[in-house]
């Protein structure tokens, strides 16, 4: 009779350890972290208004050439490439170093705004940081865009973040720093040699902002 008490407690210890390790193995939970895809990093960084301004861009593409047309068909028609929604071409990421750049806006602001204006031109600089990644910065004038190129899940565009300085600022502000000042677009190579920066929905009230990027033919040494 010893042996068998013994053999059944032995018995049921086993069972109740196998119920245990169930039991265990049950309620373990499992924590996956996501991370970004390639491409996406962006999208951690960028605002949920300016991801819907880039979502939003080839609306601000139409709305701002058809009312551009309108009245300014052959300025529009002058700009060939840089004004065609479908233009670019692969390998978007620029040469660091020294551009000639200047600006087109794009579709009313309000009635006494003119569907299509151009400024001067100036000066900007694509920078290469010690991890490879770029950014644009215009370090003259009264408006000055500064921010990163993000790589985009389209290998054929990047995206620009960044903020928007102004005459008296002493120092640049961080994309996120001032919600106002904040600039989010498409970056596209659309000729050899040259590139565009497509601010759409712009904070100015224009429908697009288009920024032209060629290099200087004397880089600075």
């Known amino acids: 009779m ?6 059944l407690a032995m018995a049921l210890a086993a069972t109740l350890g196998a119920c245990d390790t169930t039991s265990k193995k049950r309620t373990a ?7 970004p895809q390639p491409g996406d990093a962006w999208k951690q960084t960028a605002t ?4 819907s301004r880039i979502d939003r861009s ?3 593409w139409q709305q701002g050439i058809d009312e551009a047309r309108a009245r300014f068909g052959r300025a529009v028609a ?3 490439e840089l004004l065609k929604p479908l233009a ?7 040469t660091p170093g020294s551009y000639n750049c200047r600006l087109i ?3 009313k602001t309000d009635r006494k705004s003119p569907a299509f204006e151009k400024f001067k031109p100036f000066f900007c600089y694509v920078l290469s940081d010690d991890d490879g990644s770029l950014s644009i910065v215009k370090q003259t004038g009264s408006r000055r865009p500064v921010g990163q190129l993000f790589d985009d899940a389209d290998p054929n565009r990047m995206i620009f973040l960044g903020s928007l300085g102004l005459a008296d600022d002493k120092e640049s502000r961080a994309y996120g720093e001032d919600p106002e000042r904040d600039m989010a677009g498409v970056f596209e190579r659309i ?3 040259r590139w565009r920066l497509v601010i759409p929905w712009a904070r100015s009230g224009a429908k697009l902002e288009v920024f032209e990027l060629t290099p200087v033919a004397d880089q600075p040494e």
């Open 2 to 7: 010893r042996t068998s008490a013994i053999l």
């Open 29 to 35: 939970a499992t924590i996956t972290v996501e991370q």
């Open 48 to 51: 949920p208004s300016d991801r």
């Open 58 to 60: 080839g609306l601000a």
């Open 78 to 80: 002058g700009e060939g």
């Open 88 to 94: 670019r071409l692969p390998r978007p990421q620029p």
């Open 105 to 107: 806006s794009i579709g």
């Open 191 to 193: 000729a050899p040699f």
